[in-house]
């Protein structure tokens, strides 16, 4: 479902004008529902503290509207499937992060699988290198989807710990809602 996303995005700019925000607006608005009735389902579990909610519209606000955001953006610029290519370093940034901030060092075989991964995509990328006004729009929709991941990236490692204490699907439901807001 991850990858299929942007195809149905895909299609919906090629079937009409549409701003990203919009479209971005109406996937928000369809799934608001869903997680509202999860959120009040998941209620009567234990009270979470003022800093876990703070936790929770932070995240919510990076880790799904400002990520959605820049995946919707870099869109109108990248085709789907490269687009994924750069939205699935999110990975790899996971373990860079975990690294740097929470100090869990990158085994071998990590690092290897890094130095690959991003070999790979400046090979993809190298042929869109250049002044053209084509290329500097790929390049700018590429450096979007790549803040995408980034944001989802620190969402995951930020929110390891308040998942956790807050519980899975609550942090999902109460994390979307939030999202549906900006």
């Known amino acids: 479902s991850f990858a299929f996303r942007p195809v149905l995005i895909k299609l919906c ?7 990203a925000t919009t479209l971005l607006f109406l996937r928000m608005a369809l799934s608001l ?16 503290s003022g800093r876990d909610w703070l936790g929770i519209v932070g995240l919510g606000f990076l880790g799904y509207y400002l990520a ?8 109108q610029y990248v085709p ?5 290519l750069i939205m699935f370093l999110y990975p790899t940034l996971v373990v860079i992060l975990s690294a740097f901030f929470l100090g869990k060092p990158a085994t071998r075989k990590e690092i290897a699988a890094l130095v690959i991964t991003y070999a790979g995509i400046a090979l ?14 790929f390049m700018f929709g590429a450096l979007l ?9 620190v969402y995951l490692v930020t929110g ?20 549906t807001a900006p």
């Not at 009735?37 to 579990?45: D, F, K």
């Open 13 to 19: 700019y090629a079937v009409s004008p549409v701003s």
């Open 80 to 84: 789907a499937g490269l687009g994924r």
């Open 33 to 48: 529902p869903f997680f509202l009735a999860m959120a009040i389902w998941l209620r009567g579990e234990k009270p979470i």
């Open 124 to 137: 993809v990328l190298s042929n869109k290198l250049g002044i053209a006004p084509e290329h500097r729009q």
């Open 145 to 153: 989807i790549f803040g995408s991941a980034m944001c989802y990236a």
């Open 68 to 75: 959605s955001l820049l995946d919707f953006l870099g869109l």
């Open 160 to 179: 390891s710990q308040l998942v956790k204490r807050v519980g899975s699907a609550r942090f999902t439901a109460y994390t979307m809602i939030v999202s």
